[in-house]
């Protein structure tokens, strides 16, 4: 049984720009995986990638070809016509029966406390509402591998703080394959099991490391995070 | 929201007694019922013409001819909207053609198309040409406006194209397509009368128009001239109604947010 999906020489242009060239890395299974990078460094066309939403223009990415996926976008992309349940059900009708479908977004939904809000345009929601409701389908669809694409983006504080616990009390219900990018150091130590680092374009990954600290016991002032981030910071700034 | 359609509608109510009101004074003033009828000697004419067997077969034939014309042009309006809206190309080719429609004066077409299709099928094609261009402006603007976002989340969650252009192509031009139905059939309702008038099938109600004015009765010009009127706000009324059930959720989010 494998324990890494990975991806050798990975190349991609666009016109002149090299956005990767011979790109390696590997993604463990039933763990998140971060990818931190500066804006522009390639980050969502490399889960395009992944996702098969975009082709490489070369590459080994035969790990990932038979993977059925789920997708959390920087905006959250529901339907506006139809209330959130329905939105989670659009996704779910080839899945499930349609008895199985109600208990399923039913129990989403509440974790991620839309419960009351199920027959709510996405219109009457905030941001970070629609956001919860966006993660809540990715999780209750049953994928092997979910992509998240800079999903606190613009959030509050206080909402991205609720919305990643609730994120990881997800996660612990199935423990999924998670490749998650940011920009956010702080964001990434506190969900990653396993860190990468990638450079400008043409990007390669300068810095990869494993976090063992369990979530519920991760605090930004714990010594080993700490550490962490401040080499994060070296590579960040260092180039 | 509902107090503001209940005022519109009381406004609308005040507006139309007192075109009739005004109506009324200047027949009383001009004194000549065989030049200006009365508003009540309309509808007293109306009653008459309702009763007759002929009326029945002329509304009929007038509203097959408007109905088809204008399903004719939503069909194919939606169509090549729709493909236009998604090839540039085919939106440039078809854009000449589009202009030729448009600034013909209509009169024109209609003798071209009584020399071509005879008289019975020109009020349908004069009607279809009118109003073509409305429905295929707004479902090539509707197509525009598609969120690509949502077709590119679609596809990763393994939806079918039968289940996108349903829930997200169908909702999406809807608004635009109703935006476009009510006046495309109003417009393409008045010509399809005019150009029976020019046409002159057996039952039409433009032929009975032109029947009316060569023997100079004005009341039954007018009698039938406001029966067009009704014909055509109930059928936007029809409209409205199916509008309201399809893009529900507009109406919902909209009267939420006032």
Redesign the interface.
Known sequence: MKQNLTITDLKKAYNNQIIFENLSLSIPLNQITCILGPSGCGKTTLLNII?G?EKADSGMLEDFKNF????V?Q?S?L????SIQDNLE??L??KYTPEERVGIIGKYLDIVGLGAFKHY?P??LSGGMRQRASIARAFA?PSEILIMDEPFKGLDIKTKKHIMEKFIELWYGDKRTIICVTHDIEECLMIADKILVLTKPPARVSYEDIIEIPHDKRALDNFSLLCVKERIKEVFFGE | MKTSTMESKKISLISVIIIILIWKVASFSYHNEALLPSPESIIINMIIMIQSPDTFYTLVFTLFRGLSGFILSLVTGMIFGTIAGINHYIEKSLHPLLAVIKSTPFMSVILLLLIWFGTEKTPIFAGFLVSFPIIYTNVLQGTKNIDR??I?????????IF?IIK??YL?STAPFIFAGIASAFSIGWKVTVGSEILSQPKYAIGTRMWESKLYIEIDMLLAWTVTTILISYLIELLIKKVEGKI?R??Y??ES??H
Request: positive net charge; hydrophobic residues 35%.
């Open positions: 996702s939403i059925t996926f789920s997708y976008f905006d992309r339907l506006p016509w139809k659009f996704v009708r080839n345009y219109e009457r669809y | 976002n949502l590119e989340m679609s596809k990763i969650y393994g939806i079918g289940q829930n997200i909702p893009v959720w507009k919902e989010t939420n947010n």
